[in-house]
């Protein structure tokens, strides 16, 4: 689910159907978190290819895209793990930070 707990772990959404209404409702917000990821890529594609673009357009964008790239890799690893038990390895991985300031920079 696109959502932390107070302590920002994710929130997990343990049931056995994706009918339900906040299974629907998880995968909807989902859906539009992609969907705007999309969008802003090919806005800001156009940003790169403007060589007149201001600088505070281009961070801008970068920021924005972070953004974006967290919530899809959220929506991945969410999705992933519905798939599939991840593979167990003989040597941990390394853990991932994730600070959320409540603003678009990275």
Do not use: F, N, Y
């Not at 906040?22 to 990821?37: F, Q, T």
Request: net charge negative.
């Amino acid at each position: 689910m696109p959502w932390t707990t107070e302590d920002a772990k994710p929130c997990l959404l343990l049931t056995d159907t994706r009918s339900g209404h906040v299974s629907r409702l998880a995968d909807g917000v989902e859906s539009l978190r992609l969907a705007a990821a999309a969008d802003l890529l090919a806005h800001a594609q156009e940003i790169l290819d403007d060589p007149s673009a201001p600088e505070a357009e281009l961070r801008c964008a970068a920021a924005l895209l972070c953004e974006c790239l967290r919530d899809a890799l959220e929506v991945a690893e969410s999705r992933g793990s519905r798939l599939w038990p991840p593979p167990t390895t003989s040597t941990p991985e390394p853990a991932r930070e994730h600070t959320d300031s409540g603003s678009p920079a990275c």
